[in-house]
C-alpha cells in the first residue's frame, strides 16, 4: 500500500465497472446490500443513475492503478437529465431545488479496506473540493448510512443528530418514508457514546459545518438507515474549508 494516490474523474466504461466493483465489494458483500440491477455474477454495485453521475476515482499506482476509493457526483443539470436526484426517492428536496443554487449530489463513498484510516480519504475531499470549484458548486447533499435497519439500537446517535445537527430551516429537507429521529430527549443522551456510533463519513461531514435533515429513511433493501446530509459552502468556516481543501491529512 503507498500514500501516493491519483485523483481523477472516470473517463470510460472500464473505470465506472472498476468503481461498481468497489462498491460491490463493500455495500453488497461487505454489508450485505442489494438491488434491482446488482450483477451478482460480476460483482458489480450499479443501478439506474450511474450514467448521469461522474464517477471519482482513487487510485494506486503501486497497486496497477487500482481504484481504491470512489464517490459519484450528481450536478443538478446532469439530474435534469435523469429526470430526478437520486435521494430524491427518500427525501423531498424542495428546499434545496426552491434555493436557486447550484447543488451538486454526492453518494456511493467507499474506500478498499486496506486504505481505511488513512490518506485516501483526504485525495477523495481534495478531488471533490478540485470539482466543487470547477463547477461553481453551492450546496452540496447526499445520503449516507447507519448500517442496519434497527431504529432502536439507533436510538441515541440518530437523537444526537437531530437534537445538535438539524439542518436550517432552508436547508432542511424531510424524509418521505419518516422515521422520526427525535427518539431520545437531549439531556438523556449520552453524547460521547453515541458520537462513536456515528459512521466516521457522516462525522467528516459534520466537521466540515454539514447538517442533516429531518427524519430518517429506513432502507431494507440495502440494509441501511439513511440521513441525508447538506453542506452550503457560504456557511463553512475558513477553518472548516482548509480541511476540506488541504492536499493531505496532518
Known amino acids: 500500500m503507498s500514500d501516493s494516490f491519483t485523483v481523477r474523474l472516470a473517463r470510460d466504461a472500464a473505470d465506472v465497472a472498476a468503481a461498481q466493483r468497489l462498491r460491490y465489494d463493500v455495500f453488497v458483500a461487505e454489508l450485505g446490500g442489494d438491488g434491482p440491477l446488482v450483477d451478482h455474477e460480476n460483482r458489480l454495485e ?15 499506482p503501486a497497486r496497477g492503478d487500482m481504484v481504491v476509493g470512489v464517490y459519484r457526483l450528481l450536478r443538478d443539470d446532469r439530474a435534469a437529465e435523469a429526470g430526478q436526484f437520486y435521494s430524491e426517492d427518500e427525501y423531498d428536496l424542495g428546499p434545496l431545488r426552491r434555493s436557486g443554487r447550484r447543488l451538486l449530489e454526492l453518494g456511493r463513498s467507499c474506500l478498499h479496506p486496506d486504505y481505511r484510516g488513512g490518506p485516501a480519504m483526504f485525495h477523495l475531499w481534495q478531488g471533490l473540493a478540485a470539482y466543487v470549484t470547477d463547477h461553481g458548486i453551492e450546496v452540496l447533499f447526499g445520503t449516507a448510512s447507519f448500517h442496519g435497519t434497527d431504529i432502536a439500537r439507533l436510538a441515541q446517535p440518530l437523537s444526537l443528530l437531530h437534537h445538535r445537527h438539524l439542518a436550517p430551516p432552508d436547508l432542511r429537507v424531510r424524509a418521505r418514508n419518516f422515521q422520526d429521529m427525535n427518539l431520545v430527549p437531549e439531556d438523556r443522551i449520552d453524547r460521547v457514546g453515541a458520537m462513536l456510533e456515528v459512521p466516521a463519513l457522516i462525522k467528516a461531514y459534520l466537521r466540515l459545518g454539514g ?8 432502507d431494507h433493501a440495502f440494509n441501511t438507515t439513511d440521513v441525508c446530509l447538506v453542506m ?11 480541511v476540506y481543501t488541504r492536499e493531505r491529512a496532518t
Open 46 to 60: 450499479r443501478d439506474r443513475f450511474d450514467p448521469f453521475f461522474d464517477h471519482l476515482l482513487v487510485c494506486d
Open 211 to 218: 447538517c442533516v435533515g429531518e427524519g430518517a429513511y429506513v
Open 232 to 242: 452550503d459552502t457560504a456557511r463553512m468556516t475558513e477553518r472548516q474549508r482548509a
